[in-house]
């Protein structure tokens, strides 16, 4: 009778050794430690009424809601929110857009939720984010300066604390 660890080799049905394939999946380190990510439902998914799509999804995956507001941002604020992209080409299309209408901010909370997130969302292009994301199922070129891409969500840490802050300052 064969006992111990199971082999990484078997044998098929005609006798030849089969090889298990690599694993090609992979864990990161694991930790308990609860982090924050600031999600915004552009005006483009606001105005769509995916809010409520978006917030599904969110707690479909587990994440908790700390808190959740319904506002349209002025160019103050937005500014702050995106220096990190002041000069682009698509810098003032993208505060134009983000300014035009309502938005909703949510505060979600769980461990490894920012890029846990960033996974839900998907890639920034909403052409080539994958189906299943929520871009890409939901957002699409449009041929506009800025890429209208339903979601925004915090890509650090560092981010998290500093967006946090600007649209949840009472959190801080
Ligand atoms: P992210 O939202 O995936 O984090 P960022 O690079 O932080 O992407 O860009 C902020 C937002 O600016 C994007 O979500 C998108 O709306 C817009 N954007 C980013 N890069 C481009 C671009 O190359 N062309 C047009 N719009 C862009
Ligand atoms: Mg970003």
Redesign the pocket.
Known sequence: MRSGMPSRRSRGRRGQLLRSPPRTDSVAVVTTRTERSLVLVKPDGFTRGLSGEVLRRIEAKGYTLVTLSILTPDRERLARH?A??EGKP?YEP?LDFMSRGQVTAVVIEGQRCIEGFRAL?GA?DPTMALPGTIRGDFGRDWGL?????IV??S?SPQSSEREIRIWFPELA
């Open positions: 995106y990190e992209h698509f993208l969302a920034t300066d800025v890429q209208q891409n925004h969500g890509d």
